[in-house]
């Protein structure tokens, strides 16, 4: 282990992959099981790989080909779109070391070996399109024909699916129907497509860099879709400071559970720090690009992130006092660009 590093396990854990096919069209017993095994999964390690989710490969493929041909463009077309100096709005294309990731944990590690630990990452950020306290910021249309209506549509999609899976935590908390939902009507969730750059794999290995430090997401759940490069690490929730890698699958989402659900739920589902480093026993000398998709679920901007009456008790006092979504999210977002 590296200096100044956590342990990573060299063997992956056995990392859970379900149907959602199971609730979209299963039977009622079909859908309760499905929401049991998926709150579960979610309990144990605050991550869940899903399969047969409705959002059909060619779809998939074909966003994480938008991302690629947006980060493939000359630097002065993609900051046509440039995201502001400042952390509001959070939209348009951050530069690498723009957004400073490390230094969103408690134990921040952004100055380990006495000195900024970036990440090597570039990134695009969209809300909704007709958002008008955070506008959309695009390129051109003639820069790269086609992209804002593929991604503007595919926000829609990643939507319905946040959707479907609140709904299936709500079932399996055996919470009342809307509990959640009814607090993320207001869409004013995030996609973000992010590049990382081939670079020397010993930049990572030696902790000087990571793709993306540790941290956890803010919203309420984040959707993951990946390349096949791998490098994505997750907190072990039985012994932390120990990653376990996740081996990327193909047709899968990764779901994780974010903040604001760790906050209503008063940490009966935890929202797990993660960071892209390595793959699995990576030994070559370079490290090629990767590319991720993540939308960021959330709740509606006025709605109140304390901890829910309904996971307080006695022995189970709120750890989580009153504050809107949007001051949460300035918060935190604040913290990513100084
Ligand atoms: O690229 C990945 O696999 C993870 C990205 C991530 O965790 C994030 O952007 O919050
Ligand atoms: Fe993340």
């Known amino acids: 282990m590296n200096a100044g590093l956590t342990e990573v396990l060299t063997t992956p854990r056995a990392f859970p992959s379900i149907e959602l096919s199971r609730f979209i069209s299963g039977s009622h017993d079909d859908q309760k099981r499905f929401c049991t095994e998926f709150v579960g999964a979610l309990k144990t390690f605050g991550f869940v790989s899903l399969t047969r989710h409705g959002i059909d490969d060619v779809t998939v493929e074909e966003a994480i080909d938008w991302n690629r041909r947006f980060h493939a463009l000359p630097v002065d077309i993609k900051l046509k779109a440039a995201h502001p100096k400042v952390a509001i709005p959070h939209r348009g294309y951050c530069y690498v070391g723009q957004e400073v990731v490390s230094n ?13 630990v970036v990440d090597i990452k570039e990134t695009f950020d969209q809300g909704l399109e007709d958002d008008q306290l955070c506008l959309n910021r695009w390129v051109d249309e003639s820069d790269l024909p086609g992209f804002r209506s593929f991604m503007e549509a595919f926000f829609h999609i990643c939507h319905a699916v946040h959707i479907v899976l609140l709904r299936c935590i709500e079932i399996g908390l055996e919470l009342k129907p809307d509990t959640f939902v009814s607090r993320c009507s207001a869409n004013t969730s995030e996609l973000r497509l992010t590049h990382y750059p081939a670079c020397d794999a010993e930049t990572i290995r030696s902790g000087k860099a990571n793709r993306i430090s540790e941290h ?4 309420t759940l984040t959707l993951l879709f990946q390349d096949n490069v791998g490098g994505l690490e997750i907190e072990d929730q039985t012994h932390h400071g120990t990653y376990l890698p996740i081996v990327e699958r193909r047709g899968e989402v990764i779901v994780n559970i974010g903040d604001c659900m760790q906050r209503w739920t008063n940490n009966v589902l935890v929202s797990t720090k993660h960071r892209v480093r390595l793959p699995v026993d990576y030994a070559e000398p370079r490290l090629g690009d990767r590319y991720s998709i993540a939308y960021f679920a959330k709740p509606g901007r006025d709605e109140n992130v304390a901890t829910l009456d309904e996971f307080i008790s006695p022995s189970f006092p709120a750890k989580y006092g009153a504050m809107t979504a949007w001051n949460y999210f300035q918060a935190r977002l604040n913290m990513l660009f100084v």
């Not at 956890?216 to 919203?219: K, M, Q, R, S, V």
Request: aromatic residues 6%; proline residues 0%.
């Open 104 to 116: 969103l944990t408690e134990q921040s590690t952004r100055h380990r070996h006495g000195s900024t």
């Open 216 to 219: 956890t997401d803010f919203g």
